[in-house]
């Protein structure tokens, strides 16, 4: 297995309800913390805009939600109807996670590097686990377990 070196994180519906009412998902500053701990470069890979996105972030971030570097994380631009893995800078799609609840976003060819995240839906219940499904297929594709396999399905 290529060495993932990019986690790739969608926004709306996987940490946050959406870009309107911002509710957080339940375990965000965790896993965020453990996104970091596993892979070099933790990116935000979202269909809403950078100036929309980051006073959510920095709301977020104040409201103890997500640690402070979360402020500034990497955020990549990009164009077309799929998150094309290709726009991140510096690596491989193959060296990338894309962390998302939506297939339509995934580029033709990069499933292997998607990792469904269950969606976070109406009306956000306090006890969602969907964040601690991904950490464990984040585990899975960043370290070797026996009979582990990357991905889901
Ligand atoms: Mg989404």
């Known amino acids: 297995m290529t060495k993932i070196k990019v986690i790739a994180l969608d926004l709306e519906g996987t940490l946050i309800s ?17 996104c970091r701990g596993r892979v070099e470069r933790v990116v935000m890979f979202t269909t809403v805009k950078e100036s929309v996105f980051r006073p959510i972030a920095d709301l977020l971030v104040a ?12 955020f990549v631009t990009w164009e077309g109807a799929t998150k094309n893995l290709d726009w991140i800078p510096g690596v491989q799609p193959e060296e990338a996670l894309l962390v998302d609840d939506f297939e339509i976003y995934v580029h033709p060819g990069q499933e292997a590097q998607w990792l ?11 006890d969602d686990t969907g964040l601690g499904i991904v950490l464990e297929m984040i585990l899975n594709c960043t370290e070797r377990r026996p009979g582990s396999t990357c991905g889901v399905e």
Request: charged share 20%; net charge negative.
């Open 18 to 34: 959406n870009a309107m009412s911002q509710f957080p998902r339940p375990g965000l500053y965790a896993f965020l913390e453990a």
């Open 63 to 74: 409201e103890g939600h997500a640690p402070s570097w979360f402020r500034d994380i990497e």
């Open 116 to 126: 469904r995240a269950p969606f976070f839906d109406w009306p956000y219940p306090d």
